[in-house]
């Protein structure tokens, strides 16, 4: 399996500030035939389902802030929130689907206003 | 605009098989992947695997032996059972669209981008 470990487990970030979440798989996730990175970002607030925010390392998907930002090639992956609104609260985590056997995630990174 | 709706028994005694259903709607079941994930209390998602509205499935290699998924195109639905449940089982249990490469009929699985709420399944006697 491609183990994807991200940090750090928790966050707190004053509002307006940035945030930054890493995530680092211990394969890399890079097609070089395509060169595209197979790692997605999704948000789970408290009480809901995830939601897609950023596909292709760094593709935001559709209707997504633009202060969320992906970033990262191969092993080492960044999520960015530029400026933290209180909306962002939530526990976000990390997926590859470079390898479908099996799809796997990170432990998730926990983030809170200070 | 697609949306997703998972169903079925919230309590499933051990040993017994947990059955739940993913009812689409707003788009066809016959194109892209479908999938089933899981989320302990507390705890981060897992993938349990997915299906092809052919019938063609990948399942989590760690759940493999207990998991079958199938499709109904005629009801829009596809649906999970996981068999010889045990307490471990217990989770959020959720359905997800995954993208794919359509250009090649869907021989790449992708990220997942549209979700159900989620249904909590409960096991104990």
């Known amino acids: 399996d491609i183990v994807m470990t991200q940090s750090p487990d928790s966050l707190a970030v004053s509002l307006g500030e940035r945030a930054t979440i890493n995530c680092k798989s211990s394969q890399s996730i890079l097609d070089s035939s395509n060169d595209n990175n197979y790692l997605a970002w999704y948000q789970q607030k408290s009480g809901q389902p995830p939601k897609l925010l950023i596909y292709w390392a760094s593709t935001r998907e559709s209707g997504v802030p633009d202060r969320f930002s992906g970033s990262g090639s191969g092993t080492d992956f960044t999520l960015t929130i530029s400026s933290l609104q209180a909306e962002d609260v939530a526990v976000y985590y990390c997926?590859?689907?470079?390898?479908?056997?099996?799809?796997?995630f990170g432990q998730g990174t926990r983030l809170e206003i200070k | 605009q697609v949306q997703m709706q998972e169903s079925g028994p919230g309590l499933v005694k051990p040993s017994e098989t947990l059955s739940l259903t993913c009812s689409v709607s707003g788009g066809s079941i016959r194109s892209y992947f479908w999938s089933w994930l899981r989320q302990p209390p507390g705890k981060a998602l897992e993938w349990i695997g997915y299906i092809y509205y052919s019938g063609s499935t990948n399942y989590n290699p760690s759940l493999k032996t207990r998991v079958t998924m199938s499709a109904d195109t005629s009801k829009n639905q596809f649906s999970l059972k996981l068999n010889a449940v045990t307490a471990a089982d217990t989770a959020v249990y959720y359905c997800a669209r995954v993208m794919c490469d359509f250009w090649s009929a869907c021989t790449h699985a992708y990220h997942m981008d549209v979700w159900g709420k989620g249904t909590t399944v409960i096991v104990s006697s």
């Open positions: 997926q590859q689907y470079y390898s479908t056997l099996p799809f796997t």
